[in-house]
């Protein structure tokens, strides 16, 4: 039995009449779903009417099957939009440079276009390149990340105490990628005195049918994602990472977002980041063409995206200190600190405040409901501020609640 009132909560009107009259549904794009339960592709093309395919679905899936089955991320009405190239002018490297002037300056409600984004090393990270050879590239620039960071973009009107929601509507990674971790001299990784030599594998990327071969009997699901998105940082408080005024290390995660490594940055997500500095300041890097939670090894997929497309949006005083995502199915509260239970500590503090603030729970209850229905998961292990980030599923709220709980 699928709950009618879940039905109506998942599908949008337009939605429900398309699939009422549609001949043929996309079966590949619901595999994913129906294989989390088992459910064979036999079964799924012999199911009979909508709420049939519907039923294959464990409810605690609808949302998102009924998601995919929806046209995609689209942007918001209105709105210019905007190219940035990666270029030596637009990137730098293993670092957020607020002094910089800013590369483009946007409206809210604009559109923004990364176009082939370099790789790590300011795109000396190619196909064929040594585990020895990445290692010297970043002992060569200590303090600094590996990640070659494109901004700053700064956005009119901007200012601290507000907060931007970026829509994520395009990632397309290229066609190749690799998994690597550094020697254990570098004591990078989670366990760098065990693999203390070091390794890098190629492995490649089949963009159109959305998956990568990691060996002839395993086959990964891509999920493409910026490793790093973030604004300028705060001045005004302790920042992990910071190499001087204004300027941060791309490496560590913090309020001001940046590498949180957070693989739900898929399409048609959601981030939410404080601004902390007039113009907020926007970088970006770090493409992903797949990630585990934790990053164990020190990386993900890594590759460049040929297109990243944003959509930003200012809001005015929103009153969150810490960065948040939302998707379909889910709101996503984050903590981040080097201790990984005081990241934890952080990412509870938050969504107690959002079910308490949006769902009008007083904050036991709210403490409770966080234990008996929101997953805690270790975002990453490896970039100095460790991250947590707590799973808030949508479907347990009423439609009408539902539908008036807003981040900002």
Same mark, same amino acid.
């Given at each position: 039995m699928v709950e009618p009132d879940v039905v109506e909560a998942a599908l949008t009107p337009p939605t429900r009449d398309r699939l009422q009259h549609m001949d043929e549904l996309n079966q590949d794009a619901l595999e994913p779903h129906l294989a989390t339960y088992r459910v064979s592709r036999r079964r799924l093309v012999g199911v009979s009417g909508v709420l049939g395919l519907l039923a294959t679905v464990a409810p605690s899936s609808l949302l998102a099957a009924c998601?995919?089955? @929806?046209? &995609?991320?689209? !942007?918001?009405? =209105?709105?210019?939009?905007?190219?940035?190239?990666?270029?030596?002018?637009?990137? @730098?490297? =293993?670092?957020?440079?607020?002094? @910089?002037?800013?590369?483009? *300056?946007?409206d809210s409600g604009d559109t923004v276009v990364y176009p082939n984004t370099w790789t790590h090393f300011l795109n000396r990270f190619q196909r064929g390149v040594t585990i020895q050879q990445l290692a010297q590239f970043r002992r060569e620039n200590p303090g600094r990340g590996p990640h070659s960071i494109v901004g700053p973009v700064g956005v009119k009107g901007a200012q601290p105490g507000d907060m931007l929601s970026v829509r994520f509507l395009t990632l397309t990674p290229f066609d190749w990628g690799a998994?690597?971790?550094?020697?254990?001299?570098? $004591?990078? &990784? !989670?366990?760098?005195?065990?693999?203390? *030599? =070091?390794? /890098?594998?190629? /492995?490649?990327?089949?963009?159109?049918?959305?998956?990568? $071969?990691?060996?002839?009997? /395993?086959?990964?699901?891509?999920?493409?994602?910026?490793?790093?998105? =973030?604004?300028?940082?705060?001045?005004? +408080?302790e920042v992990v990472g910071r190499i001087g005024p204004g300027v941060v290390s791309s490496v560590p995660p913090g309020q001001h977002a940046g590498n949180m490594d957070l693989r739900e940055l898929q399409e048609g997500t959601i981030l939410y980041i404080p601004v902390w500095r007039p113009g907020a300041k926007i970088f970006t890097g770090d493409s992903h063409a797949l990630q585990g939670d934790g990053e164990v090894n020190l990386t993900a997929l890594e590759t460049g995206m040929r297109e990243v497309r944003v959509q930003v949006q200012?809001?005015?005083?929103?009153?969150?200190?810490?960065?948040?995502?939302?998707?379909?199915?889910?709101? /996503?509260?984050?903590?981040?600190?080097?201790?990984?239970?005081?990241?934890?500590?952080?990412?509870? +503090?938050?969504?107690?405040?959002?079910?308490?603030?949006?769902?009008?729970?007083? +904050?036991?209850?709210?403490?409770?409901?966080?234990?008996?229905?929101?997953?805690? @998961?270790?975002?990453?292990?490896?970039?100095?501020?460790?991250?947590?980030?707590?799973?808030?599923?949508?479907?347990?709220?009423?439609? *009408?609640?539902?539908?008036?709980?807003?981040?900002?």
């Open positions: 998601a995919t089955l @929806r046209r &995609g991320a689209t !942007a918001a009405p =209105g709105g210019r939009t905007h190219v940035v190239e990666s270029t030596p002018e637009t990137v @730098r490297l =293993g670092a957020f440079d607020a002094t @910089r002037p800013d590369i483009l *300056e946007i998994n690597l971790n550094n020697p254990g001299d570098l $004591k990078t &990784g !989670a366990l760098p005195d065990e693999f203390p *030599e =070091g390794s /890098i594998r190629f /492995i490649d990327i089949d963009v159109p049918r959305k998956v990568a $071969k990691f060996s002839p009997s /395993i086959t990964l699901p891509l999920g493409p994602f910026q490793g790093t998105f =973030g604004v300028a940082a705060p001045e005004d +408080r200012r809001h005015e005083r929103a009153g969150w200190q810490w960065p948040f995502a939302e998707n379909d199915t889910h709101w /996503i509260a984050m903590g981040m600190h080097r201790d990984l239970t005081e990241a934890f500590r952080i990412a509870l +503090r938050n969504t107690i405040d959002f079910l308490s603030g949006r769902a009008g729970l007083n +904050r036991h209850d709210a403490y409770g409901l966080a234990s008996m229905a929101v997953h805690f @998961r270790i975002t990453q292990v490896v970039d100095v501020n460790q991250g947590v980030h707590a799973m808030i599923p949508k479907e347990i709220f009423t439609r *009408e609640l539902r539908e008036s709980m807003r981040v900002v």
